[in-house]
């Protein structure tokens, strides 16, 4: 048995294999030294094997661990080696004892999804942290763990998260159908995971939800949602979602409720603006300018005397401009990334101005338009209202302001068709608990 189960990682120059001997009796020990830990070893196994009297006794003192299995059949021992096992190889018996060693970041401040009154608290890419957040915070004997894998090259560990009482059986089973129909090697990240879930390929809205806070997702549970954890990834994934969710903070339910619709209601309008303005622009200055009031028009009308081709190109360019710095604070080391780009903001909005490539409106209306698109708290969402804007800006290019109107009527109708696991996408998501029994007063 020792020499077969060498042979199947002989490749692997950080498999460890040990004898333990002793007065009384003789083991073999083998695990993989780069997944399992070494402390945990010696002081779990090493140390109470020289205490033991006989094999029996160790045995014994092996199986009391919960995560002790006992081997039913070979092929099982690499697969299970590569997940933290140790083998242990008795003269008539072989257990597989865990000791994985979990390298990942402590519980850290959310920093993608931050809120200014709440939890702080985000998720790891340890799987079992992440289960303990949700315990810690949804206490209820109705919630229900399924641990799962997916991959074939390199299976990663999942958890399928859900109360068993108020879930939407329809959502869930939707859910695992999907799952059981994903052939896929290897598994790194929930948005990987989020594409081969999609049902249409060219889907510009996100219909499933990818968060970093154990309280947006305890609050999801409690709405009757399934919720998707994936061991090495500190977002977990929250199906069915609707377009209100991505619109919605935590804050909202922390302030007062006046407050908390003021900001939904800024959300909103911030949404009109990110999607909406630079096509207006397009679609007055060159179409309809008989529209804004004659100040307004002469004063647009100076500001882009000096610039010598249409509109639309020259809202275009500080599109993309826009996006180039978007990405490139990004993309950059944190210590020198907001003062590049802001730098770069600065001096490239003035230096085109000066040289007469774009108006002193237009500078305007891009800062306004990238303010509005950081005001969507998910950023699932701010991506695909990102792209939006140019397929209306292409519609007031062609058509002028009838061309933004057909737009948004085309953009409402994609939505209204749109599903979120059998869910309308512009519905208020709203769940219809059960009753318990006693309740029905």
Not at 322 to 340: C, D, H, N, Q, Y
Request: proline content about 5%; hydrophobic content about 50%.
């Amino acid at each position: 048995m020792k020499e077969w189960i060498l042979s199947q990682l002989a490749h692997s120059g950080d498999v460890e294999s040990r004898t333990l001997k002793s007065l009384q009796m003789e083991i073999d020990i083998i695990f993989i030294r780069s997944v399992c830990d070494s402390k945990f070893i010696i002081k779990n196994m090493i140390t109470p094997f020289f205490e033991m009297v006989s094999e029996i006794e160790y045995q014994r003192y092996l199986e009391s661990f919960p995560e002790c299995l006992v081997v039913g059949q070979e092929d099982q021992i690499p697969e299970a080696m590569l997940s933290g096992y140790v083998v242990v190889l008795f003269t008539d018996q072989v257990l597989l004892f865990k000791a994985m060693k979990y390298e990942a970041s402590p519980v850290d401040m959310a920093k993608v999804e931050t809120v200014v009154q709440g939890p702080e608290n985000a998720f790891t890419e340890n799987i079992q942290v992440n289960l303990n957040l949700l315990r810690n915070r949804y206490r209820s004997t109705n919630l229900k763990i399924e641990i799962i894998k997916m991959g074939t090259r390199s299976p990663t560990s999942m958890a399928l998260v859900y109360d068993e009482e108020i879930v939407d059986q329809m959502v869930l089973k939707e859910f695992r159908t999907r799952l059981e129909g994903i052939n896929m090697d290897l598994l790194q990240s929930s948005g990987q995971l989020h594409q081969a879930l999609s049902k249409k390929k060219m889907d510009l809205f996100p219909t499933m939800m990818l968060t970093e806070r154990p309280d947006r997702t305890v609050k999801n549970l409690a709405e009757g949602k399934v919720v998707l954890i994936i061991e090495g990834t500190p977002f977990v994934m929250v199906v069915p979602t609707v377009f209100y969710d991505f619109f919605s903070s935590m804050d909202d339910s922390i302030q007062l409720p006046m407050v908390g619709r003021f900001l939904i209601v800024i959300r909103y309008v911030g949404l009109m603006l990110a999607t909406g303005l630079p096509a207006f622009y397009v679609g007055l200055t060159s179409y309809n300018p008989e529209l804004l009031r004659v100040q307004l028009a002469l004063m647009i009308a100076g500001s882009r005397a000096a610039v010598p081709y249409p509109s639309f190109l020259e809202v275009l360019f500080m599109l993309l401009m826009m996006e180039f710095l978007t990405e490139a604070s990004v993309r950059l080391p944190k210590v020198i990334g907001p003062t590049a780009t802001t730098v770069g903001g600065l001096i490239l909005g003035q230096a085109a101005t000066e040289a007469g490539l774009v108006g002193n409106i237009m500078i305007i209306i891009v800062a306004a338009v990238a303010i509005s698109n950081f005001v969507i708290p998910i950023n699932m969402m701010s991506f695909a209202v990102r792209v939006v804007k140019y397929g209306l800006l292409l519609a007031a290019t062609l058509f002028g302001m009838v061309g933004i109107v057909v737009g948004y009527i085309a953009l409402i109708m994609y939505l209204v068709n749109l599903r979120s696991f059998g869910k309308p996408y512009l519905q208020l998501y709203k769940q219809d608990y059960p009753q318990k029994k006693g309740d029905e007063s």
